[in-house]
Each structure stands twice: as C-alpha cells, then as structure tokens.
C-alpha cells in the first residue's frame, strides 16, 4: 500500500520559515517524480514546486520562486520543501503528490498524494 505521509506544518510569523517533509513507503521512491501543491481555504489546489527522480530539474509556481526549495533523498525515500520568507498568502494546507512519470511539473500526472500538512502565516 502506497503511502505519503508529510510533516512539518504548523504556525509561524511573517517573514518566517518552515521545512516540510513527506516520507512515502509502498513504492520505489527513486523512480517517481515528486511535487507538492497547497490549498487555501476557498481556493482550488495549486501547484508549488516539482522535482524530477535524479533532482536534475525543479519547477516553481512564480509566487515562490526564490523563497522556496524542493529537494529529495532518495535513500531517505522523502521529498522536503523548504519554505523561507513567509507570507500570509502562502496559508494553505500542502500536499506532496508522486509522479509515476517522473512528472515533475503543474501539468504533470500525479498518481499518489499525501493526506496534507496545514501550514499558517500570521501577519
């Protein structure tokens, strides 16, 4: 049984930061492309960042790009996103989602996703 499990959610202030990691197990980690996506309350869920199975490319939403990493280690079967520079716009609960495509972006194919970590920015 597939399983995405993440973490490292919870409160902080404006300008603040967080790391989130999503552990998996059920499946050959490696071989996934893996990407997270947020939800606001009221808002469709949206893509955030992606990451093919090697690392060798990334893609970002625009309105985190240069506040946000995604990285991955493989032997460690999780994918982490770093989150830095916090708004309250950036409220939401994520998700991780894997890729049996190696899907690494908004338009990408994701097969299996996590049950979500709520992230809050104060202001």
């Known amino acids: 049984q597939v399983q995405l499990v993440e973490s490292g959610g919870g409160l902080v202030q404006a300008g603040g930061s967080l790391r989130l990691s999503c552990t998996t197990s059920?499946?050959?980690?490696?071989?996934?492309?893996m990407g997270w996506f947020r939800q606001a309350p009221g808002e469709e869920r949206g893509f955030v960042a992606g990451v093919t199975w090697r690392s060798d490319r990334e893609h970002y939403v625009n309105s985190v790009k240069g506040r946000f990493t995604i990285s991955r280690d493989n032997a460690k079967n999780t994918v982490y996103l770093q989150m830095n520079s916090l708004s309250p716009e950036d409220t939401a609960v994520y998700y991780c989602?894997?890729?049996?495509?190696?899907?690494?972006?908004?338009?990408?194919?994701?097969?299996?996703w996590g049950q979500g970590t709520q992230v809050t920015v104060s202001s």
């Open positions: 059920g499946l050959r980690f490696s071989n996934y492309g």
């Open positions: 989602a894997a890729s049996r495509n190696n899907g690494y972006t908004p338009s990408s194919e994701y097969n299996y």
